[in-house]
T-cell receptor, first 113, second 115 residues
Framework: AQTVTQSQPEMSVQEAETVTLSCTYD???????LFWYKQPPSRQMILVIR??????QNATENRFSVNFQKAAKSFSLKISDSQLGDAAMYFC??????????FGTGTRLKVLA | DSGVTQTPKHLITATGQRVTLRCSPR?????VYWYQQSLDQGLQFLIQ???????AKGNILERFSAQQFPDLHSELNLSSLELGDSALYFC??????????????FGPGTRLTVL
């Protein structure tokens, strides 16, 4: 069975610093997709970044980048130059095929001024 | 604004009651997903519809049911409500059935409180 594990329930980062959120997953499939979603206090789910498993190049979106290690089944999110608006719950998600999404339990990120 | 709408925003009801949550996907999106998020928990996938047909089922209780109508809006019906059903219920939609761009766009959620 596929699982997604976020082992850090909570993380803190100083404003303007860099923080890395961890995510590991378990699957026997070779073709899948990985996502990071952000959930601010408004509870809206916002897509941050996505990665195709068949691509070796790590995805980057402005201050957000991932470190995708397929063999290790690891998909961490790096946030550079952290801003107060980055404070939120971050969920790692795995998508197999066309419809099966599995979410991790989330990491709460606090940004300290 | 994701383009996905959900009504109502908040719902307060009593145990044993039945409620209906409504979701309108983004224009052109054929797939609708329902998720349950209990307090400080991750998202639990409930069910997915594609163009009116049930495509996948997750951890959905038998007391819960859903459908997608010809105009592609979807309803999630929760019956015989229990205190533990109190949660945030999200609807998400996506356009294509394959490919990385099949990202899900989430609605704002319906917060259900069962007293």
């Amino acid at each position: 069975a596929q699982t997604v594990t976020q082992s850090q329930p909570e993380m803190s980062v100083q404003e303007a610093e860099t923080v890395t959120l961890s995510c590991t997953y378990d699957t026997s499939e070779s073709d899948y997709y990985l996502f990071w979603y952000k959930q601010p206090p408004s509870r809206q789910m916002i897509l941050v970044i996505r990665q195709e498993a068949y691509k070796q190049q790590n995805a980057t979106e402005n201050r957000f980048s991932v470190n995708f290690q397929k063999a290790a089944k690891s998909f961490s999110l790096k946030i550079s130059d952290s801003q107060l608006g980055d404070a939120a719950m971050y969920f790692c998600a795995y998508r197999l095929g066309t419809y099966k999404y599995i979410f991790g339990t989330g990491t709460r990120l606090k940004v300290l001024a | 604004d994701s383009g996905v709408t959900q009504t109502p925003k908040h719902l307060i009801t009593a145990t044993g009651q039945r409620v209906t949550l409504r979701c309108s996907p983004r224009s052109g999106d054929l797939s609708v997903y329902w998720y349950q998020q209990s307090l400080d928990q991750g998202l639990q996938f409930l069910i997915q519809y594609y163009n009116g047909e049930e495509r996948a089922k997750g951890n959905i209780l038998e007391r819960f049911s859903a459908q997608q109508f010809p105009d592609l809006h979807s309803e999630l019906n929760l019956s015989s409500l229990e205190l533990g059903d109190s949660a945030l219920y999200f609807c998400a939609s996506s356009s294509r059935t394959s490919g990385v761009h099949n990202e899900q766009f989430f609605g704002p959620g319906t917060r259900l409180t069962v007293l």
